[in-house]
């Protein structure tokens, strides 16, 4: 017997993608084979944004495609990077001539079949890649691994980059936004339970009761260490203050901030972390410009949050507040 509504587990991507579409009909597109999404209704004046990566974080990717945000998204296997030929299929699809950037995390898998697409369209369209590499807890040092994890953080740019390309930016005048924005954004986040992936019956860790996993990754990883559970009052300031730290806001700065649910995180623990985080940030003499809450870039159920913070400017404010109509974000 399954824990989970589904009926095989090899099937869980492809059945979730026809249920998405047939929910946002107007918003977007599937396309079985290979397997991707699109804008229902496509422009052809514009870059096209394409990102993706593999499932168990949604609403990431799909449920940001459409208006001011992304034009295609590409799902791969639960936790697993889409194939190369998958990503230059959706590029195909959406790409008009001005030009294709590509939004990756930065993880192994996404970015080699991400770069060996732009490599087989490079002949024939204009391709820019941004990678976004956001998680502190996997800070690069030198034992040669990737360096950080891309989370959060990547919906703030797909974000700000899809309203800079909805009003005809060039390729790549977005793709230099789309660095600045990785380049000024941290996040970090905390587990009280690990995700079960579909077909197993166990988490992917253990955590004993009272006990709290700090820095954890986005699919089932481990974080920096176990630690005792704390309040919320205390949580968040652990949380907080390396992120500003890293992004180097200081008295008189103000932030876009991004309260994210990894899955199982309840509405009203997301709304009293977002108050804990405008406390600590208004004790440092931080501005919270802007913040949302709930579940956006999730790891299947499990049960925790990150934090994300991004240094703002009058652009990027601009620019987060152009208008954006997805599946699982409207203003």
């Not at 600045?180 to 587990?191: C, W």
């Not at 968040?236 to 932030?255: N, Y």
Request: hydrophobic share 45%; with cysteine.
């Amino acid at each position: 017997m399954s824990s989970h509504v589904i009926n095989r587990p090899e099937d869980v991507v492809q059945e979730a993608l026809e249920g998405i579409a047939i929910l946002h009909p107007d918003i977007i597109s599937y396309h079985r084979d290979p397997r991707f999404v699109t804008r229902s209704v496509a422009r052809a004046d514009k870059v096209a944004l394409i990102s993706g990566g593999g499932a168990g974080h949604e609403p990431l990717h799909t449920g940001f495609v459409g208006t001011g945000m992304l034009d295609a998204a590409v799902p791969g296997a639960v936790f697993a990077s889409p194939t190369a030929l998958q990503i230059r299929a959706a590029v195909e699809a959406v790409e008009t001539g001005r030009g294709a950037l590509l939004i990756v995390k930065n993880y192994t898998g996404d970015k080699l079949n991400f770069s060996i697409a732009a490599e087989l369209l490079a002949p024939e369209r204009e391709v820019d890649i941004v990678i976004v590499d956001d998680d502190l807890s996997t800070t690069t040092t030198d034992d040669g691994g990737p360096g950080r994890r891309g989370t959060a953080a990547v919906l703030a740019v797909e974000k700000i980059c899809g309203a800079a390309a909805e009003r005809g930016r060039s390729l790549a005048d977005i793709a230099d936004l789309g660095r600045r924005v990785v380049s000024t954004s941290a996040t970090l986040s905390v587990a009280f339970r690990s995700c079960t992936p579909p077909g197993r019956s166990e988490p992917s860790f253990q955590l004993n009761a009272g006990e709290m996993e700090f820095g954890v990754g986005i699919h089932g990883e481990r974080g920096r260490d176990t630690r005792a559970a704390v309040t919320a009052a205390e949580l968040v300031p652990r949380l907080a203050e390396p992120v500003v730290t890293d992004i180097h806001a200081a008295e008189g700065d103000g932030v876009i901030a991004i309260v994210n649910g990894l899955g199982a995180t309840h509405g009203l623990e997301l709304a009293i972390a977002t108050a804990e985080l405008r406390s600590y940030l208004t004790s440092k003499g931080i501005r919270l410009d802007r913040v949302i809450a709930g579940s956006f870039v999730t790891a299947l159920d499990m049960h925790g949050l990150s934090i994300t913070l991004l240094r703002s400017t009058d652009e990027l404010l601009d620019l987060w507040d152009a208008p954006v109509r997805t599946a699982a974000l409207t203003w």
